[in-house]
């Protein structure tokens, strides 16, 4: 099982950006995933998850301004992010939900 992120880079504050997570080699349909970020000198911190019947949640930080949704049929979870700020700025990771399976990370950086 392989998770590959992509779609980071640099916007400015208030900008938009759409992070990608392709899976590949597992049944992606019945995966619970997720994505995480990591900011400079700080703890990885959960984002927001999805299930398998596309029901989402989303840590308050972000919660009206990023959006994670899936689709299965291009083996892909997707996380939409508008109104960034510059406290986004972050190395973003996704994730099979409780195991030890996370993409590369994607660095997105908001300046102000």
């Known amino acids: 099982v392989q998770l590959q992120a992509y779609g980071g880079g640099l916007v400015q504050a208030g900008g938009s950006l759409r992070l990608s997570c392709a899976a590949s080699g597992s049944i992606f349909s019945t995966n619970v995933m997720a994505w995480y970020r990591q900011a400079p000198g700080k703890q990885r911190e959960w984002v927001a998850t999805?299930?398998?019947?596309?029901?989402?949640s989303h840590t308050p930080s972000v919660k009206g301004r990023f959006t994670i949704s899936r689709d299965n049929a291009k083996n892909t979870v997707y996380l939409q992010m508008n109104s960034l700020k510059t406290e986004d700025t972050a190395i973003y990771y996704c994730r099979i939900s409780g195991t030890s399976v996370w993409g590369q990370g994607t660095l997105v950086t908001v300046s102000s």
């Open positions: 999805i299930t398998s019947g596309s029901i989402t």
